[in-house]
């Protein structure tokens, strides 16, 4: 990364100030003071947020720019009941939305929050390891997206749009850094049009880092193996120590390089075409470096992993894997770092077409593919008895969608549209825990405890459409419906597991005929839809809609085929989960567009709500299946006084009741008696969740905003924002635990700019989480922490909760050539 860090200063000494980034026309023309008009496309079709018949949180370019909205993560930092936990295996995130969210334990679980990038589907949760950049506007649609948004919408949709050349030449230079990560950024956007109908926009942003967010503190581990085969005939099994060294100091010392390649073709004003090339390659220190255990199940608030005392900062204790035994693991680093590498390439291309002045068919094709790499402290918190593994995985997509869409003058207006989609994940795991090795096997394998192998194919097919019936003047019905048809076919096996094991996991040659598991599944679906509009008046939309969704079921190809179950096939499998229910809004831009105020009502249930958990008696992962609802009402609102051009207040405050309504055979959290609900069915824990809150579902959230920008003369202009996020306290278990919750909490954020007038040139300050406040959005059980499930003598676990980014303070120069 020598050449890259030299790149960066360069482009650092290049870019003598910072920048700005073009204003759209709708903000040149909010230029004489009152509201800037933000278009989407919540209903694939350019619309005024004001006009659209959808619950949305819409953040526009300039917004994006002044508070450096470049990932998932920091997309939820603005969004104050929409929430991004990163974790260290399975999908990968926890993105929760009103209540609703998936578990991040399973890699083959989709998102119940769609991300959609320039119109295709990105819903993996690896998702979250992209770096999004030059952005024309985020928009996050609340509740089910199904008619327009397909399958995995079933809480919502995070929709970014990025920038495509302009027909005005533009270059812009950017550099940063931010102090408590010692963090170097630089960003370079090309855009020319090469003649009046062709244009090529190249946009490249690069950033390392010498430290990190968090610290780890830890001592050398011993971890001690014994030879299984030395062992079977009578010996003490040699023994051996292993030197763990403490993992990285400072995390997660990342390193990221990004690139997009856009070329717009516009030969008249009917057809327009546009191809976008991109890559992103990102690798830290540590796939877990987010991991703090922030209560303890120890009385004496002593981790029963570490021996550290639990709280509530932004430091970790992990080790490293020892540098014999990373030598010849799988996919192991050969000094025996942790790490997580991730790599993507998405093409996709877009093609929409007026046939005439009453018909359109737009086009969205898309192929994109990701990798990624890790080594994990797998114990999260490593101790002497300590688990390690390494993973690999590939997942690749590719789509093809079609829409036809026409603005007759008549009362009726139709859309229809189909959609294919081909998908392969491939997985493979290697773990190492229990002391356990084995002298004789390959070398590959020698500390291997278990290992997994598993694919999934996919292919979807979907039909939809939507028609619209202007009743009479200012009042619109819509319906609409799509169907959905999937399959998949998967595989799963455990190709080694050492013979200390092989009583608890089943293998590929395991005599009872189930060490490999097959599954091929079938899904069909029907996600109705109808909205009813009415306008009182120009300013004002009232609405009232009926949805449903539907997400899909599948494979879980990270779990265990544990020969203490009586059906692995259905541990692995589980059902789709389907939404219904109604949302009612209000709409208003009053006061000579001046003040923005929306109200929103809504209210749905889930069916088959996907949670997933690992049954630690019978050492199986399962999916399980429950119903809940979520309920609630938004209140919104943004005022930008003509009478003090450049002053922009906004705010929102947020009720939501999210509560599990049925799911009565739950599983108990770790260490619950029979006194806090827990009781042993046939030698299992259960408890009964009906009413309990779902995870990571505050009841209370909220925002507010002041942002200020105004020209002080000589050229000059002055500018500066200060947003605060609220949210209540809320449990991060799915499953009842109250030792999870996370108190109440509010983040600050805030900027201060200076540059040229004509934004020719700019630099900034962007500080955010000011306060340094830690939360965590998911949670897991400390491995090998508590016990006694069940009986009146139960240990709670360790809670290790995935953490949020500490304060950070970033100064940016940008410079428009």
């Known amino acids: 990364m020598r050449s890259f860090r030299t790149l960066l200063l360069a482009t650092c000494a290049l870019t003598a100030a910072t920048p700005v980034f073009a204003q759209d026309a709708a903000q040149e023309g909010a230029s004489s003071g009152g509201l800037e008009e933000i278009i989407v496309t919540a209903r694939k079709r350019e619309e005024s947020v004001q006009t659209v018949p959808v619950a949305v949180t819409a953040i526009s370019e300039r917004v994006i720019q002044q508070r450096d909205i470049t990932s998932i993560e920091k997309i939820a930092g603005a969004t104050p009941n929409l929430s991004v936990g990163r974790a260290s295996n399975g999908s990968g995130a926890q993105l929760t939305m009103r209540g609703i969210g998936s578990s991040s334990t399973s890699i083959g679980i989709e998102q119940s929050v769609a991300v959609v990038v320039d119109g295709a589907y990105y819903g993996q949760g690896r998702v979250i390891q992209e770096g999004f950049f030059d952005l024309k506007r985020v928009e996050v649609l609340k509740g089910p997206q199904a008619l327009f948004f397909g399958k995995n919408a079933t809480a ?19 550099a940063g850094y931010e102090f408590r990560s010692q963090q170097y950024l630089g960003e370079f956007i090309a855009s020319v049009p090469l003649s009046d109908t062709f244009g090529v926009r190249l946009a490249v942003r690069g950033s390392m880092m010498d430290k990190g967010y968090y610290r780890n503190v830890s001592v050398n581990r011993t971890y001690t193996t014994v030879d299984i085969q030395n062992l079977l005939t009578g010996g003490a099994g040699n023994p051996i120590g292993h030197l763990a060294l403490p993992a990285a100091a400072d995390a997660p010392g990342e390193d990221e390089l990004l690139g997009r390649i856009t070329l717009k073709y ?51 204790h992990q080790n490293n894997m020892p540098v014999d035994i990373a030598a010849n693991f799988p996919f192991a680093k050969s000094d025996g770092s942790l790490y997580n590498r991730y790599r993507s390439w998405a093409l996709n291309g877009n093609i929409t077409y007026a046939v005439n002045d009453d018909l359109t068919i737009s086009s969205v094709t898309n192929y994109n593919t990701n990798n990624n790499r890790w080594a994990c ?8 008895n300590a688990t390690w593994a390494t993973e690999n995985s590939t997942w690749r997509a590719f789509s093809q969608e079609l829409r036809a869409q026409t603005a007759f003058d008549g009362p009726i207006n139709l859309m229809i549209g189909g959609l294919y989609q081909k998908t392969k994940r491939e997985f493979e795991q290697y773990v190492a825990f229990a002391g356990l090795r084995d002298d004789r096997a390959a070398a590959a394998n020698r500390f291997v405890a278990s290992a997994k192998t598993s694919f999934t194919d996919g292919e979807t097919t979907a039909l939809f459409g939507q028609v619209t019936w202007a009743i009479v003047d200012r009042l619109e019905l819509a319906g609409g419906v799509r169907y959905t048809h999937e399959t998949k076919d998967s595989y799963f096996t455990q190709p080694y597991n050492n013979i200390g094991v092989q009583g608890i996991f089943r293998d590929e040659a395991d005599p009872d005929g189930q060490g490999e598991i097959s599954a091929q599944q079938t899904f069909n679906d029907w996600s109705p839809e109808v909205t009813l509009t009415w306008k009182p008046v120009d300013d004002v939309l009232v609405y009232g809609a009926y949805k449903t969704a539907y997400k899909s079921g599948g494979f879980s190809n990270g779990g265990i085929n544990s020969k203490f179950s009586a059906d692995p096939l259905a541990d692995l499998t589980f059902n789709p989960e389907k939404a219904r229910g109604f949302e009612f809004g209000i709409k208003s831009t009053v006061l000579d567009n001046q003040l923005r105020l929306n109200l929103g009502l809504f209210s749905y249930a889930y069916d088959d709500l996907q949670v997933d958990f690992f049954n630690s008696p019978i050492f199986a992962f399962q999916t399980l299946t429950a119903d809940a609802r979520t309920k609630g009402v938004e209140v919104e609102f943004e005022y930008a006084p003509r009478s003090l051009d450049g002053l922009n207040v906004h705010g929102s405050i947020n009720y939501t009741h999210a509560r599990y309504t049925n799911f009565p055979s739950a599983p108990c959290y770790a260490g619950q008696t029979p006194a806090q609900g827990c009781s042993l069915v046939a030698g299992a824990p259960r408890q009964n969740l009906g009413g309990k809150p779902l995870s990571v579902a505050p009841e209370w959230t909220g925002a507010f905003g002041i942002g200020y920008d105004a020209a002080i003369g000589n050229g000059m202009k002055l500018g500066l924002n200060v947003d605060t996020r609220y949210s209540g306290a809320y449990l991060a278990s799915g499953f009842g635990n109250p030792f999870s919750e996370q108190s109440k909490y509010a983040v ?14 700019q630099i900034a300050v962007i500080g955010k989480n000011l306060t340094n406040r830690f939360f965590v959005s998911g949670v897991v059980d400390g491995p090998s922490t508590g016990g006694g499930t069940g009986t009146a003598g139960g240990i709670r676990a360790d809670q290790l909760g995935f953490g949020n980014l500490p304060r950070t303070v970033q100064v940016t120069v940008t410079k428009r050539f």
């Open 377 to 384: 402290a797998c114990d999260f918190q490593t101790s002497n």
């Open 266 to 316: 516009t030969p008249d004003d009917k057809l327009t075409m546009t191809v976008k090339g991109s890559f992103d390659h990102n690798e830290v220190n540590n796939s877990s470096w987010n991991y703090v255990a922030y209560n303890c199940g120890n009385a004496n608030g002593i981790s029963q992993l570490t021996g550290y005392a639990c709280g509530t900062d932004f430091v970790t």
């Open 748 to 761: 600050l954020d805030a900027g201060i700019r200076f540059g040229a007038e004509d934004d020719n040139w």
């Open 156 to 174: 919502g949709v995070i929709s970014l749009t990025t920038n495509d050349p302009g027909q005005d030449r533009e270059f812009i230079a950017r």
